[in-house]
């Protein structure tokens, strides 16, 4: 029996003949340590994350071998395999809200977790105590309250915390956590690494962490495995791979990260010109609790201004306010020079062309019933009366702009990556040239490579479309690389704003600065000082 909770040996993983997602891969994890497997979408990251656990299609052919708690997990099957998951094993997946049962309480979802380990299987009333406590452990306030509750009721936060708790509720010995913050706000983030560091403290358990977030890995791993198209190109202590990796690969992926305080702003242009967005003293409620207080904001022609706060601050609200899909109880929206027009009228249609959009995750905001050449052109077919031959040369140049080749017109959605999905968002929101762009989290879900190219071709395009833009995220250093104004909103209040170079280098309010210091650097030894400088902040001030 090997020492390590976790041994792989030459894993090797394809599915259907073709080539290899996991090729040759020998990892281990200790008890108590933490072990980051990083690299870009498709490297075979999440492949080898389910092998661990026998949950592979049947369609994937799986030689090498893989030793869980002593226990060779390619040799068990049915009842064998379900037995060694939740004790030697516990899983977080990516999305908690995917992952929990929407139609279960969260208290019926523990217990059955808890249950399904344990020989007396008792009912799930009588897990009640056991549950509230497993909540407790995992920082979720009001545990009791909580049980009774459904994942639809929880924040992010919370919900990843739930799924946490259920990874924990058999004491594994291994926690696998699979892209645990890629949609967390940083100061979240920073409380389920937080989480994640005090359990591996004080139960012992090891952790195998995916991820393609350089800041999480210089946080909290011990060791770092960089793969690449299903090869181990290079594994390192994290403090070493970070001071000086030896892989070519490596190297570009600390590159493409964007660096909190490493980017110049120019000064603003002093003419004083007629915002294509203005927001003035809009308040927005929901079933009577006010979500949005007194905000105004606005966006010059040409400017991008980030909108940064934690999750519910009310920073989606208020771009959705530009949209015309959230109507303020009070206050005034305006767009282009005049108030937002109601209605399917031609006024309305004319200003409503001028707007572009850009959603977090483009797999849900996409038609999937439409090829690429279809949602790009969909725009065009509504607001305009051009044909089907200037549709289509408009269309090839987007795709153009946007760095994707003609091969892709007749795809659908699902069949493109992550970044190429987002990329086409990019393109039908610009096919009519529009003068103000609402940009919600456009960048959040996508792997740092990725990521800086999507970063590069928008910057070309706002060089060559001259847009506005309100820019919204809870990635620091991505607004700081692209916004010429930062506004920060906190409970839906504006609690500071102004220049990038100002708000991101010397803020004023204690919860700006509480949010940089959460923002999580690819450098072990500057985060572990930022999480002591935290550690003393006061983001309730």
């Known amino acids: 029996m090997s020492e390590a909770v976790l041994d792989i040996r030459d894993l090797r993983v394809s599915y259907s003949g073709g080539a290899a997602a996991v090729d040759g891969l020998s990892l281990s994890v200790a008890p108590g340590e933490i072990v980051a497997v990083v690299g870009e979408s498709g490297s075979g990251k999440s492949t080898a994350a389910l092998a661990v656990l026998g949950l592979l299609p049947g369609s994937a052919r799986i030689t090498g071998s893989i030793e869980l708690a002593g226990q060779n997990v390619l040799a068990l099957h049915g009842e064998d395999l379900r037995k060694l998951r939740g004790p030697a094993a516990g899983m977080v997946f990516q999305e908690p809200m995917t992952a929990l049962n929407p139609l279960r309480t969260i208290g019926f979802q523990l217990a059955e977790a808890i249950r399904n380990h344990d020989p007396a299987r008792l009912r799930h009333r009588r897990y009640y105590d056991r549950c509230a406590a497993l909540l407790d452990r995992v920082g979720v306030p009001e545990p009791a309250a909580r049980l009774k509750q459904y994942p639809h009721e929880l924040s992010g936060g919370l919900r990843q915390r739930v799924m946490i708790a259920i990874a924990l509720a058999a004491g594994p010995e291994l926690i696998i956590a699979d892209e645990p913050t890629t949609a967390l706000d940083v100061t979240v983030q920073q409380q389920i690494l937080d989480l994640l560091r005090d359990i591996r403290e004080h139960e012992g358990t090891a ?63 002093e003419e004083i010109r007629k915002p294509v967005l203005a927001l003035s003293k809009v308040v927005v409620e929901y079933s009577g609790r006010r979500v949005v207080n007194d905000v105004s904001l606005s966006v010059s022609p040409g400017e991008i201004v980030g909108l940064v706060g934690e999750s519910g601050s009310g920073k989606t609200t208020l771009g959705n306010c530009a949209l015309g899909l959230v109507t303020p109880k009070s206050g005034t929206v305006e767009v282009l020079g005049g108030p937002l027009p109601k209605g399917t009228g031609r006024s309305a249609r004319a200003v409503r062309r001028q707007i572009g959009a850009v959603f977090q995750d483009p797999a849900s905001s996409l038609d999937p019933r439409m090829t690429v050449a279809q949602t790009v052109a969909e725009p065009l077919v509504v607001h305009t009366s051009a044909g089907r031959g200037e549709r289509q040369r408009r269309v090839r140049e987007l795709l153009d702009a946007v760095e994707l080749p003609e091969s892709l017109l007749d795809r659908y959605g699902h069949e493109l990556s992550g970044g190429q999905r987002q990329r086409v968002s990019l393109a039908r929101a610009l096919v009519l040239g529009p003068k103000l762009l609402i940009a919600d989290e456009p960048t959040s879900a996508l792997d740092v490579s990725v990521q800086a190219a999507v970063l590069e071709v928008f910057r070309r395009l706002h060089h060559e479309f001259g847009f506005g833009c309100l820019f919204v995220s809870h990635d620091l250093a991505v607004v700081d690389s692209l916004c010429d104004r930062v506004a920060v909103l906190r409970a839906g209040e504006l609690v500071e704003e102004g220049p990038a170079e100002t708000v991101l280098r010397t803020p004023e309010h204690p919860y700006t600065q509480a949010l940089l210091l959460s923002s999580p650097v690819p450098d072990p030894q500057l985060q572990r000082s930022r999480r002591e400088a935290l550690a003393g902040a006061d983001p309730a001030a």
Request: no cysteine; proline share 6%.
């Open 207 to 269: 952790t195998l962490l995916i991820t393609h977030n350089m800041g999480v890995v210089a946080d909290v791993a011990d060791r770092v495995a960089v793969l690449r198209n299903g090869k181990l190109v290079e594994e390192a202590p994290a403090a070493e791979l970070f001071a000086s990796p030896k892989a070519e690969y490596t190297r570009e992926l600390l590159a493409a990260v964007p660096q909190l305080g490493s980017f110049t702003h120019e000064p603003a242009a």
